[in-house]
């Protein structure tokens, strides 16, 4: 577990290793969710894959900088187009596969459509998908 500055703040990440010529996975986390909620899954899907992986936790959640309230109705667009595309340049990530949970797929698609060059596929899990 470590830091990393994007989008004007201090954000929690993980990262896990792998083969550097595949694809990075990064880990968008749900409206509720953060590193830790991943728990085990992204290095399960990172390991299957042998790719390396970046799960992040954004502004106001997780050990990640504060945000303040409230938040703005364009905050899913603000990650996408801020955050997230200074998160990507910062760790040297140019080939990525988005793997968004709930709000944090909203947040990859908006990427994606808007600013795909790092982009190589998306992967959208609905809320449901994980059960406790």
């Not at 990393?4 to 896990?16: F, K, S, T």
């Amino acid at each position: 577990m470590g830091f990393v500055q994007a989008g004007g703040c201090r954000l929690e990440n993980d990262r896990i290793e792998g083969d550097p010529r595949r694809p990075t996975l990064v880990f968008l986390h749900e409206g509720l969710g953060c590193v830790s909620r991943w728990r085990d899954f992204p290095r399960a899907v990172a390991d299957a894959r042998g790719s390396p992986a970046l799960v992040v936790s954004r502004r106001g959640y997780g050990r990640s900088d504060p945000r303040e309230r409230p938040w703005p109705l364009s905050y899913m667009h603000d990650e996408a187009r801020g955050a997230l595309r200074e998160l990507l340049a910062r760790e040297g990530i140019n080939d990525a596969i988005l793997v968004g949970h709930s709000d944090g797929a909203s947040i990859a698609l908006i990427h994606a459509g808007e600013d795909g060059r790092r982009i190589r596929g998306l992967v959208t899990l609905a809320p449901h998908t994980f059960v406790e």
